[in-house]
């Protein structure tokens, strides 16, 4: 057996440099399971700022309320006037009440329909910030984060921005039975 056979594969402790580098990571490791246990046990949860906290409640809730909530925040929203200029359809009045242009204002204001829930929400409204419907846009409504919480209790609770009223009901059960019909 010549040197090298006997030698050569001998087991050398690691150089010094590594065994530095795997003791620094292993520590560095320690400390960052120290700081996450350490802030866990405390129970200083991470607080969100006010308004992110309040955009979250639009987020938190069913997508098609979210949806209908950005779209009458920005306009872009199902009601009588806006399906009439989009030429959806030939009327602009209102499904529920016959006014005669059915506008976002008018849901959130005035409809009859919606009577009971507009008194809900104007009150919630009122007692935050002392200042009633009539002194209100619907632009102004939306542009408070402090107020989001009662239009999604009125959305909730209506069908304003998903439907302009009972004539637009979708006609399914009919096409059902035109086509059941052998
Ligand atoms: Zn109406």
Same mark, same amino acid.
């Given at each position: 057996m010549g040197y090298k056979d006997r030698y050569g594969r001998r087991h050398r402790p690691p150089p010094r440099f590594l065994a530095n580098l795997k003791r620094e990571i292993s520590e560095k490791k320690w400390e960052e399971a120290r700081t996450w246990s350490r802030n866990r046990v405390k129970g200083k949860k991470y607080q969100m700022p006010r308004t992110m906290r309040q955009n979250n409640m639009v987020a938190r809730g069913p997508k098609r309320l979210a949806g209908r909530f950005h779209q009458l925040k920005t306009g872009h929203c199902r009601t009588g006037q806006n399906l009439k200029w989009t030429k959806n359809s030939d009327k602009a009045e209102c499904?529920?009440?016959?006014?005669?242009t059915q506008t976002s204002e008018h849901l959130f204001k005035n409809c009859d329909k919606w009577r009971p829930q507009q008194k809900i929400m104007w009150a919630a409204i009122r007692k935050k910030t002392?200042?009633?419907?009539?002194?209100?846009t619907i632009r102004e409504l939306f542009?408070? =984060?402090?107020?989001t919480g009662a239009i999604l209790d009125f959305l909730r609770t209506t069908k304003v921005g998903a439907?302009?009223? /009972?004539? =637009?009901? /979708? /006609?399914e059960p009919m096409r059902e039975e035109e086509e059941g019909d052998p």
């Open positions: 499904g529920w009440c016959q006014y005669k002392g200042r009633g419907k009539n002194r209100f542009a408070d =984060e402090r107020r439907r302009v009223g /009972p004539r =637009e009901l /979708p /006609p």
